[in-house]
């Protein structure tokens, strides 16, 4: 008897059932083993979490195809599943001398030593994507204080024609937010573009995620909002009478 993943009955009997068909398989190709097939699995990673769906057929231990050097045995817990390798140790060891337990580990440990490589690349990405985001925002600031010093006798009279200053607030606000929206949209079809040669790198994650993108343009949004708001305030302060003797 055997049971097999969905890759393998994609390739083996693509739209029949495969239930009670037979696979025939061995390590001599004059001595195959024929098997019937129980139940099917759905695919699973064996080697990678970047690896295809690989055909795999499960066969109880009571037939191995070939003598069965090393095993792997695999067991699903509530809570944390480390409680239970002192038990499993002990009715391990009690099925014999000859047996070796050996490299134990969680399923999150292995997930974790896979993806080192990606966690890295990310971590390298934050690291030099906050400065560039301050740099960007202090720069944000400073041209925008600059405008506000440029504008201020203009800024005093259309507060002394009667202006609210909400109105001058957003004015301040609305050429900061004209920038950055220029500068998303031509920021986000060129990093669909740059993330096309390390599409590789990433896992479980797209180029072209598009929570992803909104979350960056989000985040730029907000730090620019945050950096014009004070020259923005600023400006919507200014006491008319000195911003008409301002030279």
């Known amino acids: 008897m055997t049971i097999i993943s969905e890759a393998a009955v994609r390739f083996y009997f693509r739209d029949r059932d495969p239930l009670g068909g037979t696979l025939a398989f061995g390590a001599n190709p004059g001595a195959k083993d024929v098997y ?27 037939q191995p195809r070939s003598r069965l ?8 817990a509530e809570g944390d599943p480390m409680r239970l390798l002192t038990a499993v140790r002990q009715q ?5 001398p000859n047996i070796l337990l050996s490299d134990i580990f969680t399923m999150q440990e292995q997930i974790d030593a896979a ?20 740099l960007s925002a202090i720069g944000l ?16 009279v259309r507060i002394a024609l009667g202006a609210a200053r909400g109105d001058v607030l957003w004015m301040i606000l609305r050429r900061s937010l004209v920038v950055v929206g220029l500068g998303i949209a031509l920021g986000v079809p060129a990093a669909l573009l740059a993330a096309r040669p390390i599409e ?4 479980g994650l797209k180029p072209t995620d598009a929570g992803s993108l909104l979350l960056a343009a989000s985040v730029l949004l907000v730090a ?15 006491d008319p009478m000195v911003a008409l003797r301002y030279e």
Not at 69 to 75: A, Y
Not at 141 to 156: A, C, H, K, P
Request: charged share 15%; hydrophobic share 45%.
């Open 92 to 96: 391990i060891e009690s099925l014999g």
């Open 224 to 238: 620019a909002l945050v950096a014009s708001y004070l020259p923005a305030r600023r400006a919507s302060r200014i």
């Open 115 to 134: 993806l080192v490589q990606e966690r890295l690349m990310s971590l390298l990405s934050a690291f030099f994507g906050m400065p560039a985001l301050t």
């Open 36 to 62: 019937q097939i129980v139940g099917v699995v759905a695919d699973a990673k064996h080697r990678s979490l970047r690896e295809a769906a690989v055909r795999f057929a499960y066969l109880p231990i009571t």
């Open 200 to 203: 590789t790198l990433l896992y």
């Open 141 to 156: 600031y400073g041209t925008l204080s600059q405008t506000v010093v440029q504008r201020t006798n203009e800024i005093g």
């Open 69 to 76: 050097n090393r095993l792997t045995l695999s067991l699903k």
